[in-house]
């Protein structure tokens, strides 16, 4: 069996969003008991991630690690025609992920305790963003 | 056909752990010929990688990067309540996978000849380690 | 229902392939319309990523931070058996992805506008590089 469902998220900019109800909303919804959900980002320039859900520091850190690793308006990059945001958005998706694939017990995405799934919006205005989920299985 | 099992794997602290022999032996189990194998990992501190399984200097090289890279301690991060390796454990999980997709093909993981599976612990001390296998397939 | 191909590519060294069209070449010729297609490199040393596919700029600067991050003959490497690019290219595999799972709708792989599927070959010297593709759906 076979289920997709698309979710439509607008960011407020550069962050960390959490998707997790949304995941486990559409796997509800899919009927499927045992198997896996696909999630996807249809993007270059925002990505996915699977993180500590509890602590807002967290995600203040890894967004302060990121801009110290790949700093807006470095020298180095040409492709900045969209500011200098662009060339690093790019870089943050590729060092990060596009797809994720949680396997579903019991009729649900079987995360552990701490885990949440976040969609990164690495752009520093606000996007329209979409994550394409696909649930298989039985 | 589906076939879902699980790894506990109990780490000493950190380092990379080789769990390659555990996955094909859960596809040899599922008794699926041709399909996929997804490995999950449900915590947000220790995560998963493909890499060259016949030097054991790749897998120092790779925590000498890593140490460097996402140093232990570092001043910038503020979610230090476990201690100094708290939040380097977050960042190195971000930067490698919680979930790897393999293919099956007569029976087993169709690994290349020099990729080995292994769970990576980011935390100094011991874990104990749960891995979810989902074996989908015909 | 289930299908399999290998796209066998020869790469010129380090770089960017885009081999977008072949995999949706695989996606029709399995005559899948709603599933998921995993893509999987068989190799340690050159890797997977989704990316910007319209400014050739994008490539190359990513080619720049990877290099500069992961720097070719970096003293601190001691895995060095085949030349200075040899460990460098294991962390940039590390770094990006071995496997891609993208979503399949209407017969083919429902990318982004600006979404490409790239091979990213590490090592500087041309090598043939093995992929395979497993389409999963009805």
């Known amino acids: ?10 960011t407020r900019g550069r962050g960390t969003y959490d998707i997790t109800s949304d995941v486990q909303a559409a796997v509800r919804e899919a ?11 249809r993007h270059t ?3 996915l ?7 807002p520091a967290v995600m203040r850190d890894l967004e302060a690690f990121m801009s110290r690793t790949v700093p807006d308006g470095d020298p180095m990059f040409t492709h900045t025609s969209e500011g200098p945001d662009d060339m690093p958005a790019h870089v943050r998706s590729v060092l990060t992920q596009s797809d994720l694939n949680l396997p579903v017990r019991d009729g649900r995405c079987d995360l552990g305790t701490w885990q949440g799934v976040y969609l990164w919006e690495h752009r520093t205005a606000p996007h329209r963003r979409k994550v394409m ?3 298989q299985g039985d």
């Open 31 to 41: 009927g499927i008991a045992t198997g896996l959900c696909n999630v996807f980002i």
């Open 45 to 47: 320039s925002a990505s």
């Open 49 to 55: 991630m699977l993180c500590e859900n509890a602590d």
């Open 1 to 10: 069996m076979i289920s997709q469902a698309e979710i439509r998220l607008d």
């Open 133 to 135: 989920l696909t649930v």
